[in-house]
């Protein structure tokens, strides 16, 4: 079966870097564009960042343009997300997911708080 699980999150100071993974398995990985998304307490969950199944084609939230870089290994069936210059406001739940047709898979996610 499907499986997502991510890893990386933590405490971290505002201005630092923390670097998620996303373990896939269970499916054609190098198939599917893969996906980040967040949410923080209270709000909507919200997409961040989005990979080509290639990893040729990225995206991003405007809120994390220029800070966060999405990224993927297709041979170990990773992806990840590099994120720089945080801020409080990125202080969420960060889930790993995956859309195929319309299924939709998630990782039970990793939690990143941006705080001194």
């Known amino acids: 079966q499907v499986q997502l699980v991510e890893s990386g999150g933590g405490l971290v100071q505002p201005g630092g870097s923390l670097r998620l993974s996303c373990a896939a398995s269970?499916?054609?990985?190098?198939?599917?564009?893969m996906n980040w998304y967040r949410q923080a307490p209270g709000k909507e969950r919200e997409l961040v960042a989005v990979?080509?199944?290639?990893?040729?084609?990225?995206a991003y939230a405007a809120s994390v343009k220029g800070r966060f870089t999405i990224s993927r290994d297709n041979p170990q069936n990773m992806v990840y997300l590099q994120m720089n210059s945080l801020k409080p406001e990125d202080t969420a739940v960060y889930y790993c997911?995956?859309?195929?047709?319309?299924?939709?898979?998630w990782g039970q996610g990793t939690q990143v708080t941006v705080s001194s």
């Open positions: 269970g499916f054609t990985f190098f198939v599917y564009a």
């Open positions: 997911n995956a859309q195929m047709g319309s299924r939709n898979y």
């Open positions: 990979i080509s199944s290639a990893g040729g084609s990225t």
